[in-house]
């Protein structure tokens, strides 16, 4: 049975092939008779190629010409003077016065023996009145130089005094000296004339003094020594 079924396979395949050939030979009797018809011509047209638009470069329309004025800078220098802040200090100068004891300055044994009876040493004044054994005497003060100066523009006296020397006598109180007996007294029989000075004894300087005008009685020197005056020089005065 099998070998029958191998048998017809081939010949199945024979009887294919001859009617393949049969209608091809058909198909090409056909193709004489029949008017050629000329096969559709293709044309191929090649794709017009467009160019790709003309790039036309912007054409730059100018604007309206700007006319750029540069921007005038106006530099205002302006000077400001600094402020220069004054601290005034104000030096109050106060005017230390130096008071002066112009009394002080007196020469001798000075002016202000400060009791009613002057110790031992030299003191000027004026004699008011003269006996043979005592004086009475006004205490005076003398100044010289710078001593004259300050005393005399104390009291309101011209200033510097004329001759350099200047007497300052307030107080009018007396005061009895004692004269011992051997006193002797340097004095001026002419008050004008230094020259005529002479050292006499006091009971001489008495009698000459007597007839003298009370006005040129000079001032006097009185020194003291153990409570009694000693000592008595009559002052020149220019």
Known sequence: MELLTSIRRPRALVALFVV?????????????????TAAPTTETTAAETT???ETVAPVTTAGP????????TTTVTTTTAPTT????????TVATTTTVDTYALAEGSGCTPGTNVLGDGRWFGYV?????TAIEFDLACW?????????????GEESPPPN????????????????????????LPSPGDPSTQTTVPYADWLVGRSTRPA????GVWVTIAGGEGVFIEEQFVP
């Open 164 to 187: 350099d020397y200047y007497v300052r006598n307030f107080n009018p109180q007396l005061r009895t000296i004692p004269i011992s007996s051997s006193a002797d007294v340097f004095w």
């Open 20 to 36: 393949a050939v049969i209608a091809a030979g058909c198909t090409s009797d056909d193709a004489s008779s029949t008017e050629t």
């Open 51 to 53: 160019a790709p638009p």
């Open 215 to 218: 006005g040129l009685q000079p």
């Open 65 to 72: 010409e700007t006319t750029t004025t540069a921007p005038t």
């Open 85 to 92: 802040t004054s601290t005034t200090t104000t030096t109050t």
């Open 128 to 132: 008011d009145s003269a006996s043979a």
């Open 143 to 155: 100044f010289t130089g710078d001593g004259a100066i300050l005393a005399a523009a104390e009291d």
